[in-house]
């Protein structure tokens, strides 16, 4: 039935899933659209939301809505439409995880977490956020490697994660731009072993500042410390890319920064912007690259991956915005390439939408992902009724 298919399919989750089938109008959907993290995603108002407590809740449900007898083929043109799948929500495009009239399927019940009998390993429900994972470890004196800010997902993050850090010690050096503070550079240093003032951070720890604070905390802390820092339900645009860590590409970066992009966009009402550097050192790219596809097993020196964080208020801003980011993306990118210090590496948690992080891994891994993909998803189901993320080329 044309028009009517998510209807249809809202009341055929609703007859299996009872009250796991979320509906507008209830306090649950409203909930769950606040939880998005950008102004665009919460704004997508899909029919009706499902939410599974087990694996096998999700495979019914993905079996309802995809295949021969799926209820989101249109009748008519014989069309699937798509659906959607989250976990954290955190991903800032208005479509990676929520769908506009259609099923979006939110993953945040599937939140167990198990630590094996030796300590080892940890098992992780894809709905988790990493606050929830941080806040069980720490009493048990255990971590994993995970998001820095409490309420980002499991599910996403995982996809194509390398973040982790130094043994002890971490650094990100931000540019950042705010109207209440004009152009700012902010540092983060953190030490992961117990020291007060480690040595290696003395040099920066003594320049002159605007403002600066220390302390000693756990990890559920500091992903709750820095989710108080944001600003949720603002419009987002996140790009990056990816250099080498020597002092001219850091002036390159600055120079387009300050002297182009600032002045274009300074007058964007409520306008912020990051332009966040974290390192990628050789001892963490070069570890497991026998079992990973992000392709960088072939790199030596030491890397940086930069993201762009921009947030305003107004939709009519958008275009401007966009133009602007992606324009200080191509400008940075092409002064990289002219000293010699881009790297082809896309960050895919931190890619815009015309980036092409999996490209970017080289075509031996496409292939490699291309067999997994052809292996799980045969019907490309996940390839084309889920517009949500990036997708390997089939
Ligand atoms: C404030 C903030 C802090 C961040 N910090 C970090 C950081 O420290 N390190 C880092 O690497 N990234 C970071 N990110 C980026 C973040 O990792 C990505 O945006 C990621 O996609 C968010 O995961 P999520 O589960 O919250 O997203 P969602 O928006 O729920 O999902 C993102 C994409 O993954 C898909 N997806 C989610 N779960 C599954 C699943 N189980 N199976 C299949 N597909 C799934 C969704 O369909 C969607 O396309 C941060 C983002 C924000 C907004």
Redesign the pocket.
């Known amino acids: 039935m044309k028009g009517n298919y998510t209807a249809t399919c809202c009341a055929s989750l609703q007859a299996i899933f009872g009250n796991k089938t979320i509906l507008p109008s209830t306090p649950a959907y409203q909930s769950s659209l606040t939880s998005?993290?950008?102004a665009q995603?919460a704004a997508i108002h899909p029919a009706c939301i499902v939410a599974p407590e087990s694996a096998a809740d999700v495979a019914s449900a993905v079996q309802l809505l995809t295949g021969e007898s799926s209820c989101l083929q249109d009748e008519i043109d014989g069309n699937y439409r798509p659906f959607?799948?989250?976990?954290?929500?955190?991903?800032?495009q208005a479509d990676?995880?929520?769908i506009d009239g259609g099923v979006t399927i939110d993953?945040r019940r599937?939140n167990s977490i198990e630590v094996s009998p030796d300590r080892s390993t940890v098992a992780i429900g894809?709905?988790n956020?990493?606050d929830h994972v941080y806040s069980h470890l720490d009493p048990a004196n255990l971590c994993v490697n995970?998001?820095?800010?409490a309420?980002?997902?499991?599910?996403?993050?995982v996809?194509?994660?390398?973040?982790a850090y130094d043994e002890y010690a971490a650094l990100t050096l931000t540019w950042g731009y705010s109207p209440e503070v004009g152009a700012i550079v902010s540092s983060n240093m953190e030490y992961t072993k117990e020291t007060e003032n480690p040595p290696v951070f003395a040099g920066l720890a003594g320049l002159p500042k605007l403002f600066g604070e220390s302390q000693m905390s756990n990890m559920t802390q500091l992903a709750i410390d820095?989710?108080n820092q944001?600003v949720r339900g603002q419009r987002?645009f996140?790009a990056t890319h990816t250099f080498a860590s020597t002092e001219a590409a850091l002036n390159v970066t600055h120079s387009h920064f300050h002297d182009e992009f600032l002045p274009t966009i300074q007058s964007v009402p409520d306008i912020v912007v990051g332009y966040t550097m974290e390192p990628l050192p050789p001892a963490l790219y070069a570890k497991h690259t026998d079992q990973n596809v992000l392709g960088l097993d072939n790199r030596s020196g030491s890397l940086v991956i930069s993201l762009l964080t921009v947030s305003w208020t107004e939709s009519t801003d958008d275009e401007r915005v966009q133009n602007a980011g992606r324009a200080l993306i191509e400008a940075i990118d092409k002064g990289l390439k002219e000293i010699g210090a881009h790297d082809p590496f896309v960050?895919?948690?931190?890619a815009a939408p015309w980036q092409d992080p999996i490209a970017s891994y080289g075509p031996g891994n496409v292939e490699k992902l291309r067999k997994v993909a052809d292996e799980v998803d045969p019907h490309e189901v996940?390839a084309r009724q889920?517009p949500?993320?990036f997708k390997i080329q089939r």
């Open positions: 998005y993290f950008s995603a959607a799948v989250r976990s954290g929500g955190h991903a800032t990676a995880a929520n993953l599937l894809a709905g956020t990493w995970g998001g820095r800010t309420d980002v997902g499991v599910g996403g993050l996809i194509n994660s390398v973040d820095l989710r944001q987002q996140w960050y895919l948690n931190y996940f889920v949500g993320g």
